[in-house]
């Protein structure tokens, strides 16, 4: 970055050093305005997700632990005491953990119909605590994180700085890049001088780090998205790469009666024990008198969710579904979400994400700081560039990336009629002249 402003009498041939360099700092600078406001709340949010189990486990301490004590209760008596406290209207799941250390998780619809939670003892069937699922602490952190609380308008204002994120992260990195008496060894060195130059430089270095680290984590969390995600998944069902998961379709067998006696829950939890699953368990009961039981493992490993479909009356494995069955492209995409949430290669994951959302953040600050310092008074400070022809090859890239994120693309039209229509005649996101 630079304050200088630029001269007149230059040509377009300069586009290849310094007018280039202005008009690259002045997008960075424009896609900064929407995306590090959104980069600060991703970073924040996400990294406290990280530690979900660990928070988890710290609030709800006295509902996730309880004291062994001789045998446990069937299933169905802990299912009951939930029906007595707080009604059920439809039961969604049960997980088990295989720890004598560990309450029941019952899933269900309330007397309200509120979908909601229920710990239960399982050596004495006390309902230890009952919760709506979408008033979770962690939950709501989660919805925030991707849609602001606001559904899907607020997942799209989401989406769109995550595909903006990545223009200022590819502008970023040209803006680092070692040019002039800047060498690289000053380029990849921790930030030096006083004031407004070491704000400078801590962003430009946090900008380094950042896109290292942080893109991978933008790019594996685009599955979750509306218009991307959506394109995806319409793409991966036109060539035969979906996920062949047995819980939201695909080609699931009934039972083989549709009267009889329902088996016990517990007889299913040993059926996956026996088909060497690995805990925990997350069972879904039949809706229907002709379906099945649904169970996974419930494991944060992605090699491990194993799915079976049990017979309700026989307990007849009917059919298993191993993470290894799906598609080559369904499986990238769920280790990179694996990945998105610290869970692929463990505490090392965690880790390098935690070290993604403290970069994040400083990025966000200093970027904000610098501007500040930079920004003259009574203007917003956007850098000084000549509304010049884009060579070639940016334009190629900028249409290349409209079309891999098109949100960014969407946006992007929307700015530049709305820049030709208003902003130009009101002065807006333009440098002041001398």
């Known amino acids: 970055m630079t304050d200088s402003t630029y001269q007149g009498g230059q040509t377009r041939a300069d586009a290849t050093g310094g007018l280039l360099y202005r008009l ?7 896609a900064s305005l929407y995306v590090l406001p959104f980069m600060l709340m991703l970073s924040l949010t ?39 406290a707080a009604g059920i209207t439809r039961l969604r799941g049960v997980t088990a953990y295989d720890d ?24 004495t069937g006390a309902v230890l605590k009952i919760a ?8 709501v952190l989660r919805k925030f994180h991707g849609e602001l609380l606001l559904g899907s308008v607020g997942t799209k204002f989401v989406e769109a700085a995550a595909h903006w994120a990545v223009v200022m992260f590819v502008t970023g990195l040209y803006l680092w890049w070692p040019r002039g008496q800047r060498s690289l060894a000053k380029a990849v060195s921790l930030p ?29 969390g685009l599955p979750w998205t509306d218009v991307w995600g959506g394109g995806l998944s319409y793409v991966q069902e036109q060539t ?30 040993d059926i996956a024990r026996a088909e060497g699953l690995h805990a925990p368990y997350e069972m879904r009961p039949p809706k229907t008198n002709e379906a099945a039981f649904w169970l996974r493992s419930a494991s944060v490993h992605r090699a491990e969710q194993t799915e079976l479909i049990i017979d309700q009356y ?84 900028a249409i290349g990336l409209a079309i891999v994120f098109p949100l960014m693309g969407g946006t992007l039209i929307a700015a530049l009629l709305l820049d030709w229509l208003i902003f130009r005649r009101l002065g807006w996101f333009r440098a002041k002249t001398a």
């Open 314 to 397: 026989s307990g007849a494995l009917l059919k298993r579904h191993d993470f290894g069955d799906n598609p080559g492209v369904a499986q990238a995409v769920s280790y990179g979400i694996s990945f998105h949430q610290g869970e692929l290669y463990g505490w090392l994951n965690i880790a390098q994400n935690t070290l993604a959302a403290l970069l994040g953040v400083v990025l966000s600050v200093s970027g904000f700081v610098a501007w500040w310092m930079r920004r003259p008074a009574g203007s917003l400070g956007v850098p000084a560039a000549p509304d010049a022809a884009l060579p070639g090859g940016i334009i190629v890239l």
């Open 132 to 139: 709506a699922r979408d008033d979770m602490a962690m939950r």
């Open 46 to 84: 996400g990294g406290i997700y990280l530690y979900k189990p660990q928070i988890e486990a710290w609030l709800y301490a006295d509902a996730f632990t309880v004291t062994p004590a001789g045998q446990t209760l069937p299933y169905e008596d802990q299912i009951a005491a939930v029906e007595e």
């Open 100 to 123: 004598p250390a560990r309450s029941t998780l019952i899933e269900f619809n309330d007397a309200d119909k509120v979908r909601s939670y229920a710990w239960v003892n399982p050596y």
């Open 24 to 30: 690259v700092w002045k997008w960075h600078f424009l």
């Open 240 to 269: 035969g790469t979906k996920s062949k998961s047995l819980r939201f379709g695909g080609n699931v067998p009934n039972s083989t009666a549709d009267t009889g006696e329902t088996i016990a829950y517990a007889q299913v939890f």
């Open 192 to 220: 030096t001088g006083k004031g407004r130059s070491w704000w400078r430089e801590t962003h430009l270095f946090t900008g380094f780090l950042a896109t290292i680290l942080i893109v991978p984590i933008l790019v594996s």
